[in-house]
């Protein structure tokens, strides 16, 4: 089942930001990684949401995800965006499996 890693927060440094990116890419691709939403286009429906970028990123799996943030690559990459970027959520959730009958 697949593993979602969800990100929102602001861009404080499009420069600095833009670096992240360049860093951070390449090792979502080697643990199977692929981004699939990545963007400050967001219609609230429901609820609060601040200003802000959303990123979704699907991994095989819970486990894969976390292995990929556990690396030196990923950690490297992490400071950067954390000089970038203020973090308004992280989260990493399971895909959903419907139940079978």
Not at 37 to 60: K, L, M, N, S, W
């Amino acid at each position: 089942m697949p593993g979602y890693f969800i990100t929102h927060f602001t861009v404080n440094d499009a420069a600095t930001y833009d670096r992240y990116v360049e860093a951070v890419v390449p090792t979502i691709e080697a643990h199977g990684g692929k981004v699939l939403v990545a963007t400050e286009d967001v219609q609230v429906i429901a609820g609060d949401v601040a200003h802000g970028r959303i990123v979704v990123v699907e991994f095989p799996s819970v486990a894969d995800a976390e292995a990929w943030r556990a690396t030196p690559e990923y950690q490297a990459a992490a400071e950067i965006r954390e000089s970038a970027t203020q973090t308004h959520s992280m989260i990493l959730v399971a895909g959903f499996e419907p139940p079978t009958t």
